[in-house]
Structures are given as C-alpha cells and as structure tokens.
C-alpha cells in the first residue's frame, strides 16, 4: 500500500473500554421495560450508530419496548456508570498516540456515537482535546457499515482514503473504512470478527500495540 497518510480510529471498543459498558446499559433498561435483550442479537448492533440500533429494537419487540423511555433509562444508567468510575482507555492506545506525534502524523476518530456522548466519553478517559478531527454518527447520511463516516474524516483531514490506516474493532466498522477505500487493521472487542470482516480487513490484531508496530512497519 501507499505511505500512510492519516491515521482513523473507531472510538468505542478500539480507543475506549466503553462496549462493556453500553451493553451493560443497554440490556438493563430493555430488561426493566419486560425485554429480553440477549447476547447474540445486542452484538449484531456493535458498531453502529444509536439511531440503527434502536430501529433494530424497534423491528424486534415493536410497541412492546417504549424507545422513549428506553433512550432515557439506558442513557441514565451510561452516565452514571461513567460519571462514577470513568472510561479506561484500550492497551497500546496510549502508546500508539505518542508515535502519532512523534510521527506528525494527522489523525481522526470516526465514531458512530453522537457528539455529546464521544465528547463525554473522551473526557472522561482524560482524552479531552486531544484529537482536533472527530466525526460522529450524526453527521453522516449513513452509518456504518456505509463508508459515510470515514470518507467524511478523511475530506476533513485533506487526504486521499487509499493513503488511511483505518483501526476498527467491529464488523460494521471494517467493512465501512474497506468500503471508504482504506486500509483496515481490525482489532476485535466484544465479538470474533464475521469472514466478511476478516476479508476486508488487512490484517486481524490483538491490540493497539500490534497496530503501532504494524504501521510503523509502512512507514520504514
């Protein structure tokens, strides 16, 4: 592949510890509304924007799950955990953002949570301020896994896509960076990658320190 370019990273479950935490909320409000909201079908919603996972909510129990009250229980109950006990940042993150610097390289997150909730969530990981591009669900037509988002990020970081490093932990998030033409380092979460993930992506890992080796590699 060309030289990197840019870097553009996922935010939840690649940058932040935060799957666990929205899964925990997630099916803790549907549980006190009378739905039972399992792990097979919570994961299936992993990496995509709030919005396309409430309609995904909405076609499964209908009438029976009030979104309204839904949205504000399970957003309450977010907040709380992380008010209380913060976000811890994914190992090799840390260390990857200092390469990054020492590197100039420009870099973005791309993330299908909305804006107030990737600002708290970086805050609250004592990353606040500290990327000048980010790009959330909202801001796009389409969510992931349309290319919508990472082609938005590298518009705004003035790069050519095919010269982005794209890091992902979800299967919608890897097919939508493939899609936006970049290349994918893929470092699953909460779920083992689908084969169409595994394809896209140009190479499967187990951390954020692989990734930094990985990339520094392309940069010799």
Not at 81 to 108: C, F, N, Q, S, Y
Request: aromatic share 6%.
């Amino acid at each position: 592949m060309p030289p990197v370019a840019a870097i553009i990273l996922d935010m939840d479950g690649t940058m932040l510890d935060t799957e666990p935490l929205y899964k925990a909320a997630w099916q803790r409000a549907a549980a006190d509304l009378g739905c039972a909201l399992d792990d097979a079908f919570y994961l299936r919603l992993v990496g995509r924007s709030i919005a396309d996972g409430e309609d995904a909510l909405t076609r499964r129990f209908g009438t029976s799950l009030p979104l309204a009250e839904f949205r504000l229980r399970w957003a309450a109950l977010w907040r709380t955990r992380v008010e209380a006990d913060g976000i811890p940042t994914k190992a090799g993150l840390l260390e990857l953002l200092a390469w990054v610097d020492d590197h100039r390289m420009p870099i973005a997150v791309a993330t299908s949570s909305d804006r107030d909730y990737a600002t708290l969530s970086l805050q609250r990981a004592g990353l606040a301020g500290r990327f000048a591009t980010v790009v959330t669900g909202e801001e796009v037509a389409n969510g992931k896994p349309a290319p919508d988002i990472y082609l938005e990020a590298a518009r705004r970081l003035g790069v050519d896509p095919a010269h982005a490093i794209a890091v992902e932990d979800s299967d919608a998030g890897t097919l939508a960076a493939y899609r936006a033409g970049m290349s994918v380092l893929l470092i699953p979460d909460l779920k083992a990658p689908s084969a169409e993930a595994t394809a896209a992506a140009r190479r499967v890992l187990g951390s954020l320190f692989e990734a930094r080796a990985y990339i520094a590699t392309l940069q010799a």
